[in-house]
């Protein structure tokens, strides 16, 4: 009986984070925004499957070169949803994994405290074409912080 209770339990908390995936991080599908040093950082996200979302960063510079940053991909592993970059000429192009600590009013926080900057990625949907995200080493007001406006591109 205790099985059955605890295969309901993670059942239950697998539909949950399913759930949460498709209703509001698919907020982010779409293409995305931002200007920063003359530069035009863009963020495109699809949708892959039921328990992932695919995106992909690059940067438009003055000289119209495109550079890509990084690919990432939301997935739900283990009943768990992280955030997991790969980012260009950093940690040997090898995903780094950040586990969805908090979300609530349309912000989402990931971290992941054994890496070594940035400790912690934040999604804050301002609303439905705009996001306000950030990365920093885990400690609010920082100096540590870099902050991403990004607006959606219609």
Same mark, same amino acid.
């Given at each position: ?11 239950? %908390?697998?539909? &949950? /984070? ?6 509001? @991080?698919?907020?982010? +599908?779409? *293409?995305?925004?931002?200007? =920063? ?19 992909? %960063?690059?940067? &438009? /510079? ?6 890509? @940053?990084?690919?990432? +991909?939301? *997935?739900?592993?283990?009943? =768990? ?31 992941? @405290?054994?890496?070594?900057?940035p400790k912690r990625i934040v999604y804050h949907f301002i609303n439905k ?26």
């Amino acid at each position: 009986m205790k099985y059955f209770v605890f295969f309901i339990l993670l059942t239950t %908390s697998f539909a &949950i /984070q399913t759930r949460q995936l498709n209703n509001t @991080l698919s907020q982010l +599908q779409g *293409k995305w925004q931002m200007y =920063k040093n003359k530069n035009i950082i863009i963020e495109e996200w699809g949708k892959f499957s039921n328990t992932s979302i695919t995106g992909k %960063s690059y940067r &438009i /510079q003055v000289s119209k070169d495109t550079v890509n @940053l990084e690919t990432m +991909q939301l *997935k739900i592993v283990n009943g =768990k949803t992280y955030f997991i970059p790969i980012t260009a000429n950093q940690t040997n192009e090898k995903p780094v994994m950040f586990q969805l600590t908090k979300s609530a009013n349309n912000k989402f926080e990931f971290v992941n @405290l054994k890496h070594d900057y940035p400790k912690r990625i934040v999604y804050h949907f301002i609303n439905k074409d705009s996001i306000h995200a950030w990365i920093d080493d885990n400690h609010d007001n920082t100096e540590y912080r870099i902050d991403f406006y990004y607006s959606r591109v219609k």
